[in-house]
């Protein structure tokens, strides 16, 4: 009853008959359907509460009159008063009746409210009424409950339940005909004006009108449910939502869409979102009422208020208020279920709700969408929601193919949707887009030309985002654009919109579903303008870009120290920078830092980075821990090109900081437009070196981290990799003996390779390798196109049987998908050499395509083959999965 609402649809939509039905699925209770008495409630019940209305006056011990002249939030037209003319009992029932008010009162009628709360209220159980409504334009009798806590928040994320309600009987229909529905309803999800409704419409059989007689209406409440009931007959039934789950337990869908609510959690003030019992789990009181007007019924029928319908012998008379209790399970009220078939069908009694979609988990992996540029995305096509046109392609000189809207005298909105209920093409399907892992280089962007402006001079033009079926929506003027402009029309203008942008207005990136541009609602007539290059991208996905060191070495890219005679070390530094790159210098002159060429183990692939030669940079932090013993010595970059074809020095105070080193951690930056005017070829670099110049740099110690060629904003700088085994095995997963009981162990090796994980196979068949704590996974598509799995290997003793094989095995997704390949058909296509390290590579392209599921790598495996594997010792280092 208390319908607070921004308008008047959903309310025509109920006044047409029953709520729209689309369905879901099967989702019913374990009652035993041929054991049911459908002809009556079933038994169990035991009544708990009631009013017989016997006495000569309302039983103030069980009922208070509200008094007030709010308009129940619905702006309607009565007082409530707790006055004997608009509520008494007489012979046995309750009447309540709504007045003409006197001349000047603040509302033009009187009526009354009656409440149970302060003096009974319910948590689950069966609650009845026998009744006859009242008739007129604008009458709006009810029968229902709220929320007597309100513990999950203001109306109506704390619920309300309508046991019946009824607008206008016997007022004339849309046909002529008098109207007779009754209606069952929740309300829930979140705050007014955002919140939710769902319910039925019912007819009495034969014509009756609930005007004419007594009637029962009830509702059966149990724990995830709720039933509707005229005269027993069960004609409505909504539930709890039921999620969808992933293999890791991550919520993906609705199994069965019914209500949900949008809270705050009291001890930590985050807002929740909940598809559980919540909120109709808590204890609800009755209210009966006699409204007059309101949004609902002046809008619907023959509209407005018949005011001659509101005299004493136009009544709502109640002839009793049961609530019984579920014997079998007080605590549920699961048990005694008063069902029938069909009552969990939605072509049936079954209503759907309208929880949202849980938010999608993301998937982690940087993409990019293509809207519409010339040629239609099927997944995504052109829209126009309410306006009753159909956009078409049209030529354009400029652009090509392009998409044009028009809006005419109706209301709407325009652009391009990823629903189910809108793709039309066979070869499309709803694919909300997951933006969240490009929020911080994403943009929005689209070009259009107004072909017509709209009649009306005042009209802004809007662009509107909306996520997960609408659960998160942002609307900003056009003009809030990076570019600043509005629309001017026979003119193509270029718009971009960025996604950090977006998110701060609250939208949630994960999973957007709709991209909207259009003059404001109801100010569009007359617009026509073509729309095209549509995308959700980062502009600078393509470029390219290497990180050469971030928390571990890049194997393409060792450490390296030219001439010294020491070996660069991988150590932890502070909690900002973690692991970093250590350099140390003796006395012997030296230069150090990052080298490519594959004499020094680099992988001998040079960089090219001549499409960021504008605006990319070579980036480094440097920690200065120890300083050269020559207190003046000038610290260099050097950069090689193409085996040393091309270099360039130059100090580090010429970076774009123009600093020296200090005991601080600090950024450099040198562009590569400065380097290249400066005689270096950017199309090969191989060597990248940080130092004290030549021969003054004894005793110097110092750190680099975060090393980078790159432009920057684009987030294609970032290498998708884990780092399975550098010294240390990484967190959340272990060296491993899958049957044979052993311990792998971590041991010292050669100056090169230093901590290796150490295999030892014996008598029992078994394989080995590294492997993932439970639930723990790791999503490698992202790097599918370039990426590897790669390791270094060393044989310290083979196998006794001289047959045996040297495999290796991936697997994803607890075994759900795997690939078994001999170590032979690796990149290097060698076989292993006893007491000798080897590099084998495997294109994670390869394994996908041999059927691995990379998003959800969990074990790597290299072994003899089963059962041949006796006697083999064998280490194994550097071992990543994902960008090389």
Known sequence: MMKKSSGTTKYLSLGIIALAIQGCGDTNTSTNLDKVDISGPSPGWEMVWNDEFDGTSIDDAKWSHEVDCAGGGNQESQCYTDSP??????????????????????????????????????????????????????????????????????????GEIDIVEAVNLKAKNAEGNPEAHVYGTIHYGREWPNNEQSGKAYLLPNDMNPADDFHTYAIEWQQGEIRWYVDDYLYATQRRSELRYNAQGQPVGLAYKGWFTEYYDQSTGKLNLTWGNQPFDEKFHLMLNFAVGGNWPTNVNETGIDEAAFNTENRYIVDYVRVYECTANPDTGKGCETVRPGYDKLDDALVEGKAPAPTPPSDGIAKDLLIFDSTPNPSWPAWDCCGGSTPDLVADAEKGDVYRFVVGESPTVNGFISRSAFITDPEGVASPFDASPIESTGVLSFAMKVVSAPVSPDSTWLVKLESNEGATAVELPISDSTEGLAPTVGQWQTYSFPLSMLASKGLDLSAIDVVMVFPAWGTGNGAEYLMDEVNIARPNASLPSLVIFTDNENPDWPMWDCCGGSTPAVVSDDAEHGIVSEFSIGSSPTVMGYINRTEFGGSGANFDATAILEKGLIQFDLKVVNSPNTPDAPWLLKVESNLGETAVELALTESVEGQAPSAEWQTFSFPLADLSAAGLDVSAIDVLMMFPAWGQGEGAVYRIDNVKISQPGTDASSVDRLTLFVDQVADSWSIWDCCAGSTPAVVSDDNDHGAVAEYVIGEQPTVVGFFADDGVYYDASAAVPSGVVRFDMKVVSAPSDSSSKWLFKIESGDASTAVELNLSDSVESVEPVVGQWQTYTFPLQTLADAGLDASAIDVLMVFPSWGTGNGAVFRLDNAIIGTP
Do not use: H
């Open 85 to 158: 003319e608009n509520s008494w009992v007489e012979d046995g029932v309750l009447n309540i009746v709504a007045l003409k008010a006197d001349e000047g009162a603040e509302k033009p009628f009187t009526s009354a409210r009656l409440t149970t709360k302060g003096k009974a209220d319910f948590l689950y159980g069966r609650i009845e009424m026998r009744a006859k409504l009242p008739i007129g334009q604008g009458s709006w009798p009810a029968f229902w409950m709220l929320p007597t806590d309100n513990v999950y928040g203001i109306w109506p994320r704390s």
